[in-house]
């Protein structure tokens, strides 16, 4: 898997007034310990961190700037094929040499270098400090590629295994002379072609060949270790700090405890944020139920980044919290649950088995030139779809005059998308309603659920055109996938998630989070994997409580998230149950939403949730008969 970041790199510092509070934003920000932030203020350029989100990267840029540095973003690639992050130019310049070594048919060098101090207390410059000097020492024959503070990768251009050793000695010469004496370096070796023609068959061969180097009183001496042998570095016991309490604290907070922290008076509770990273202060807010009244005043303290905080008292009453819940012990539980699931989800033969028939229409929707015939001829291959595809489409919720006798009528006239997704939808939800849901929940009320929400869904991208033909309908049917595979799985653990929910009075995800580590979202995405759907569904039925951590398709995770409160609404008894289900649409929908929507406000929530009644109460008849 490749994942995709963005580096910033502290590259000049002017802030000499303020020094002090650039330290404490790099401490906070890119969780650095003070030691490291005052190195780095005073030593750059040098790596920050790297960010999944842009905005987070444009916040930081923007209170970087404040401070009068000078920053460069580089986007970086995360590939597990390799022990580090690659800036996306590099990895392609390196296969531009790769390709002309090849064509040339001459011997290259590939050296892979780390170094790392002998002393854990001692702080080395970063490699991009000495990047003229380094590029000069090796520039008449040789390429160099500066990865990190500590890396860098070195083509020996026509130079052999034998002839090698001059390159060496270059390198442990430079280290020794620009970077620090008391040092160790290592330094692992590949040959192109011999050891492999793509450079993660050279990076492959120099991991596992990797020698270190250190210096000592008669000079520098070869050791015969490989990597896995390597220098153990004494580890000292230390207390946690205050920065790594609240990033802990408000990181981990789930369920009841994440309710704890927001009880805290808004000032106590801003003490407590402002000594974390924005991107961790903006994770806790997302998390906030749309109508809190704590959104306004942490929105404006967090785009400020207030300074008048009481973080005495922060300390004091997030320290208490902790103590109460037992973090340790409640982190503990929540690891070996976590660890249990995805074990079993691991085991491919404990995944529901996707349906034949899904597979077929999946094939039929991947192939361009099927035409009605086509799509027709594989639904009705199973009757019972086929019956339910036609109740659906005869129902008031189409609002067609004239009825529809026949499949193929329904794809001419409905377009072979909409009949496609349909089908789809339906098939694979068969296969999940089948579970034994061990008496904890009613298969009949899942499965309405999950139709009125797949209804909903579809009726609110009605007029969005970029997500018409997404797949609504299928999402809104799967997305609870993940909450039949627990129960059927994990039937002790989720009697225990849905028991703390009803005390509680906290929805089942948060609780599932809380206990598990993972909530029905997670393992719906693991599923979904597993059976290759589309990544549109996959993100959707994944993020549907976090739409923002669906980043190719969050606005599309917020349509289902926003169907499924409505259509929880819907179904509350009174108002307790009405608070809770206001749990479940969080100011992270807020936001996407707003994007997609240039008026969502109460009053669209109000409409939308009257269009929804209106929807179920047109449909009650065709769900009851489908159920």
Same mark, same amino acid.
């Given at each position: 898997?490749?994942d995709t970041?963005?580096?910033?790199?502290?590259t000049?510092?002017?802030?000499?007034?303020n020094?002090?509070?650039?330290?404490r934003f790099l401490?906070?920000?890119?969780n650095?310990?003070?030691r490291k932030?005052?190195f780095i203020?005073?030593?750059?350029p040098?790596?920050l961190?790297?960010?999944k989100?842009l905005?987070n990267?444009d916040?930081?840029?923007?209170?970087l700037?404040g401070?009068?540095?000078?920053?460069a973003v580089k986007?970086v690639i995360?590939?597990k094929?390799?022990p580090f992050s690659?800036q996306?130019?590099q990895l392609?310049?390196?296969?531009k040499e790769?390709s002309?070594t090849?064509?040339?048919?001459?011997?290259?060098?590939?050296?892979?270098?780390?170094?790392?101090p002998?002393?854990?207390d001692?702080?080395?410059p970063?490699l991009?400090?000495k990047?003229?000097?380094?590029e000069e020492?090796f520039r008449?024959?040789?390429?160099?590629f500066i990865?990190d503070d500590?890396t860098?990768i070195?083509l020996g251009?026509?130079?052999?295994?034998?002839g090698s050793?001059?390159?060496?000695d270059?390198?442990?010469n430079?280290?020794?002379t620009h970077i620090?004496r008391?040092i160790?370096?290592?330094?692992?070796m590949s040959?192109?072609p011999?050891?492999g023609?793509?450079?993660y068959d050279?990076m492959?061969?120099?991991?596992?060949?990797?020698?270190?180097?250190?210096?000592?009183v008669a000079g520098i001496?070869?050791?015969?270790e490989?990597?896995q042998?390597n220098?153990?570095?004494?580890?000292?016991?230390?207390s946690l700090?205050?920065?790594?309490v609240f990033?802990l604290c408000?990181?981990?907070?789930?369920g009841?405890f994440y309710?704890d922290?927001t009880?805290?008076?808004?000032?106590v509770?801003?003490?407590?944020l402002?000594?974390?990273?924005?991107?961790d202060?903006?994770?806790?807010?997302?998390?906030?139920?749309?109508?809190?009244?704590?959104?306004p005043f942490?929105?404006?303290?967090?785009? *400020?980044?207030?300074?008048? =905080?009481? +973080?005495?008292t922060?300390k004091?009453k #997030?320290r208490?919290?902790?103590?109460?819940?037992? %973090?340790?012990e409640?982190?503990k539980?929540r690891g070996?649950?976590h660890?249990?699931i995805?074990?079993?989800?691991?085991r491919?033969?404990?995944?529901?088995n996707i349906p034949?028939?899904?597979?077929r229409?999946?094939n039929?929707?991947?192939d361009?030139?099927?035409?009605?015939?086509?799509?027709?001829d594989?639904i009705?291959?199973?009757p019972?779809?086929?019956?339910?595809i036609l109740?659906?489409?005869?129902?008031?919720?189409?609002?067609?005059?004239?009825?529809? *006798?026949?499949?193929?009528? =329904?794809v +001419?006239?409905?377009?072979?998308?909409e #009949?496609?997704?349909?089908?789809?939808?339906?098939? %694979?939800?068969?296969?999940?309603?089948e579970?034994?849901l061990k008496?904890m929940m009613?298969?009949?009320?899942?499965?309405?659920h999950s139709?009125e929400t797949?209804?909903?869904?579809?009726?609110?991208c009605e007029?969005?055109?970029d997500?018409?033909?997404?797949?609504?309908?299928?999402?809104?049917l799967l997305?609870d996938l993940?909450k039949?595979y627990?129960?059927?799985n994990?039937?002790?653990l989720y009697t225990l998630?849905?028991?703390r929910?009803?005390?509680?009075?906290?929805?089942?995800g948060?609780i599932?989070q809380?206990l598990?580590?993972?909530?029905?979202g997670s393992i719906?995405?693991?599923?979904?994997?597993?059976w290759n759907?589309p990544?549109?569904?996959?993100?959707?039925?994944?993020?549907?409580?976090q739409?923002?951590?669906a980043?190719d398709?969050?606005s599309?995770?917020?349509?289902?998230?926003?169907a499924d409160y409505l259509v929880?609404?819907?179904s509350?008894?009174?108002g307790l149950?009405?608070q809770?289900?206001?749990?479940?649409?969080?100011?992270d929908?807020?936001?996407?939403?707003?994007?997609l929507f240039n008026?969502f406000?109460?009053?669209?929530?109000?409409?939308?949730f009257?269009?929804?009644?209106?929807?179920?109460s047109?449909?009650?008849?065709?769900?009851k008969?489908?159920?």
């Amino acid at each position: 898997m490749i994942d995709t970041f963005y580096r910033i790199i502290l590259t000049k510092c002017n802030a000499n007034e303020n020094l002090k509070a650039l330290s404490r934003f790099l401490v906070k920000e890119f969780n650095l310990s003070d030691r490291k932030a005052d190195f780095i203020v005073n030593n750059p350029p040098a790596i920050l961190g790297d960010m999944k989100n842009l905005e987070n990267v444009d916040l930081s840029l923007q209170h970087l700037q404040g401070l009068k540095t000078e920053c460069a973003v580089k986007t970086v690639i995360k590939d597990k094929r390799l022990p580090f992050s690659i800036q996306q130019n590099q990895l392609k310049w390196i296969s531009k040499e790769f390709s002309k070594t090849l064509r040339a048919c001459v011997e290259t060098t590939l050296f892979y270098v780390t170094v790392e101090p002998i002393d854990i207390d001692m702080l080395l410059p970063s490699l991009l400090v000495k990047k003229e000097a380094l590029e000069e020492t090796f520039r008449y024959s040789d390429s160099v590629f500066i990865i990190d503070d500590n890396t860098f990768i070195l083509l020996g251009f026509a130079s052999d295994r034998d002839g090698s050793d001059v390159i060496f000695d270059k390198i442990i010469n430079f280290m020794v002379t620009h970077i620090h004496r008391d040092i160790i370096i290592n330094i692992g070796m590949s040959i192109i072609p011999e050891d492999g023609k793509s450079f993660y068959d050279l990076m492959a061969v120099a991991k596992k060949k990797l020698f270190s180097f250190k210096k000592d009183v008669a000079g520098i001496s070869q050791r015969v270790e490989t990597a896995q042998d390597n220098i153990q570095l004494h580890k000292r016991e230390t207390s946690l700090s205050d920065l790594q309490v609240f990033s802990l604290c408000f990181n981990k907070a789930r369920g009841k405890f994440y309710n704890d922290l927001t009880a805290l008076p808004p000032d106590v509770l801003w003490g407590a944020l402002s000594r974390i990273s924005i991107s961790d202060q903006k994770k806790f807010f997302l998390k906030l139920p749309h109508d809190s009244p704590l959104t306004p005043f942490l929105a404006e303290k967090i785009k *400020n980044q207030s300074d008048q =905080a009481d +973080v005495e008292t922060a300390k004091k009453k #997030v320290r208490r919290v902790i103590s109460e819940m037992q %973090l340790v012990e409640n982190l503990k539980e929540r690891g070996q649950n976590h660890k249990q699931i995805i074990g079993a989800l691991n085991r491919i033969e404990t995944i529901f088995n996707i349906p034949d028939i899904a597979l077929r229409v999946y094939n039929i929707a991947s192939d361009p030139e099927s035409d009605a015939d086509d799509i027709a001829d594989i639904i009705l291959i199973d009757p019972s779809l086929s019956i339910k595809i036609l109740k659906i489409v005869n129902s008031p919720f189409y609002g067609r005059s004239g009825q529809m *006798n026949s499949i193929k009528d =329904a794809v +001419v006239i409905l377009g072979r998308d909409e #009949v496609i997704n349909m089908a789809f939808g339906l098939s %694979l939800a068969k296969s999940f309603l089948e579970a034994d849901l061990k008496g904890m929940m009613n298969p009949e009320m899942l499965w309405r659920h999950s139709m009125e929400t797949a209804l909903v869904a579809k009726y609110l991208c009605e007029g969005l055109p970029d997500m018409k033909n997404m797949g609504a309908f299928t999402a809104g049917l799967l997305h609870d996938l993940g909450k039949v595979y627990l129960i059927e799985n994990f039937s002790n653990l989720y009697t225990l998630v849905m028991e703390r929910s009803k005390d509680h009075e906290i929805q089942t995800g948060a609780i599932e989070q809380e206990l598990l580590g993972m909530d029905h979202g997670s393992i719906g995405r693991m599923i979904g994997e597993n059976w290759n759907l589309p990544v549109s569904l996959v993100q959707a039925i994944g993020f549907h409580h976090q739409p923002s951590a669906a980043h190719d398709y969050s606005s599309f995770a917020a349509i289902i998230g926003f169907a499924d409160y409505l259509v929880n609404m819907a179904s509350a008894q009174d108002g307790l149950q009405r608070q809770k289900v206001k749990q479940l649409f969080k100011v992270d929908h807020m936001i996407m939403m707003k994007k997609l929507f240039n008026e969502f406000n109460t009053r669209f929530i109000e409409n939308a949730f009257e269009d929804t009644l209106r929807i179920l109460s047109e449909s009650a008849e065709l769900l009851k008969r489908v159920a």
